[in-house]
């Protein structure tokens, strides 16, 4: 069994539209991220929760909503989708909050792919 | 800025070949560097790291020493198998952020 699951893998829309990322983790673990990797390759850090708490949220525009319904789950939903937003978006988690500089101690999803056209 | 730069594949190798996978960096500090691999389906894992000049790490029979001279952290095994195909990404971790290279796919038949 996957231990970090995101879907879809792939995200194809609109300028305009509101779509959302789901992901679930098994490990246990009480922490649960959303990075977004430019074309560069850049991951970056938006957000993290903590057994549902939000405890990281960088500078990320509004339409941007992170929601954790159980601390297995950490879900992104953007809304107004821009050109700009198109890149990987990466869940992971950790079994204790890690961020900065313990990136080790991370475990990734597989990643989706969201292009905006 | 900082940037990671890898060889770009497909690699093909037969099983128990030897193999290398070069990465090279740019950094402003000293930044730590990681490779992770992605199996099919699966999310990024973290294989090895080393954090400063001179390190070398290893896991699985892979190994990569960081090289601040040449500012190379290439991967190697001496004999792979058929189960280490997947994609390896170098990585650099400076302050807060991380950096990927494009990724790395290796297939190795029986």
């Known amino acids: 069994d996957t231990a970090v699951s995101q879907t879809p893998k792939y995200l194809v829309t609109q300028m305009g539209n509101d779509k959302s990322i789901k992901c679930e983790q098994n490990l246990g673990h009480d922490t649960m991220y959303w990075y977004k990797q430019d074309s560069k390759k850049f991951l970056k850090i938006m957000f993290s929760?903590?057994?549902?708490?939000?405890?990281i949220n960088e500078t990320v525009p509004n339409r941007f909503s992170p929601k954790s319904p159980d601390k297995a789950h950490l879900n992104l939903h953007i809304n107004s989708l821009e050109l700009g937003d198109s890149a990987v978006y990466f869940c992971?988690?950790?079994?204790?909050?890690?961020?900065?500089?313990?990136?080790?101690?991370?475990?990734f999803g597989s990643g989706t792919q969201l292009s905006v056209l | 800025g900082d940037s990671v730069t890898q060889m770009e594949g497909p690699v093909t190798l037969s099983e128990e070949a030897f193999l290398t996978i070069n990465c090279t960096y740019t950094a402003t500090g000293y930044p730590s560097l990681f490779w992770y691999v992605q199996y099919p389906g699966e999310g990024l894992q973290l294989l090895l790291k080393a954090t400063k000049a001179d390190d070398k790490g290893s896991n699985k029979g892979f190994e990569a020493t960081y090289r601040k001279e040449t500012t190379s952290f290439h991967l190697e095994k001496g004999s792979v198998q058929v189960s280490d195909s997947a994609v390896y990404f170098c990585?650099?971790?400076?302050?807060?952020?991380?950096?990927f290279g494009a990724g790395t796919r290796l297939t190795v038949k029986p």
């Open positions: 929760y903590n057994n549902k708490e939000l405890i």
């Open positions: 992971a988690s950790s079994q204790e909050t890690v961020w900065p500089g313990y990136h080790e101690k991370l475990f």
């Open positions: 990585a650099l971790c400076e302050d807060n952020d991380m950096r």
